[in-house]
């Protein structure tokens, strides 16, 4: 099973300040997966990367996947109070008949008015 | 993508009892789901792969005689939490697999917050 370290673990900002959460392994990712959960809620999908390199955006999200496909990162320009929440990175394990995904621990990100 | 719900939303029970957990895939046959335990402030630890129509295969170190799981349809996995203790208390949160585009993805439920007394 893959081991994820996120970092930061916890952050607290200001409405309009720009934020990098990171998610690292020491081994190889083949696809890698980015989530944001709200409190009492379930996990939402934002965004699939497995091109080593690869940059997507999602409005005011940008993710980048690392060419050795070992780290990736989530940056958020302008950041608003509405970005609250706790942003999960996940590797996708697959092998037999399912595909596993392993979490990191996590970016508890607060954004203040 | 999947519409997952999962029943109940929350639940309190006395120590020694047992729960039984709902998620249910509203538009999607599921022929995978999974389970997942996250305690306050921590990430998702998958607990179990539930497969439909035959058992589930469970992540190490969890007990497969305390959390039961029955995938019997293709919309429908239980998850019971059986003589259940203060330290199961947990949010556990159930999702379903599901095939989009080139990539496999997770649908995840709302989650079930347990409180064990």
């Known amino acids: 099973t893959q081991l994820l370290e996120q970092s930061p673990q916890f952050l607290s900002i200001q409405e309009g300040e720009n934020l990098t959460v990171y998610c690292n392994s020491s081994?190889?990712?083949?696809?890698l997966q980015w989530y944001r959960q709200e409190p009492g809620e379930g996990p939402v999908l934002l965004v699939t990367?497995?091109?080593?390199?690869e940059v997507k955006k999602l409005k005011r999200l940008t993710f980048q996947f690392g060419d050795a496909r070992k780290d990736s990162s989530l940056h958020i320009t302008a950041a608003q109070p509405g970005d609250t929440g706790l942003y999960l990175c996940?590797?996708?394990?697959?092998?037999?008949?399912?595909?596993?995904?392993?979490f990191g621990k996590g970016t508890l990100l607060t954004v203040n008015p | 993508g999947a519409v997952v719900s999962q029943h109940p939303s929350w639940v309190i029970c006395k120590s020694g009892t047992s729960v039984k957990i709902e998620c249910r895939s509203l538009?999607?046959?599921?022929?995978?789901m999974f389970w997942y335990r996250q305690f306050p402030k921590q990430s998702l630890m998958l607990m179990a792969t539930?497969?439909?129509?035959?058992?589930?295969?469970?992540e190490q170190g969890v007990e497969k005689d305390k959390f039961l799981i029955n995938h019997a349809s293709l919309t429908l996995s239980t998850l019971t939490v059986t003589s259940a203790h203060p330290e199961d208390s947990s949010f556990y949160i159930c999702?379903?697999?599901?095939?989009?585009?080139?990539?496999?993805?997770?649908?995840f439920g709302p989650g079930t917050r347990l409180t064990v007394l």
């Open positions: 999702s379903v697999e599901a095939l989009t585009s080139s990539y496999n993805e997770q649908f």
């Open positions: 081994s190889v990712f083949s696809s």
């Open positions: 990367v497995v091109t080593g390199g």
């Open positions: 996940a590797a996708i394990n697959s092998g037999g008949s399912n595909y596993k995904l392993t």
């Open positions: 538009d999607f046959q599921a022929t995978t």
């Open positions: 539930s497969n439909e129509g035959s058992k589930a295969t469970y």
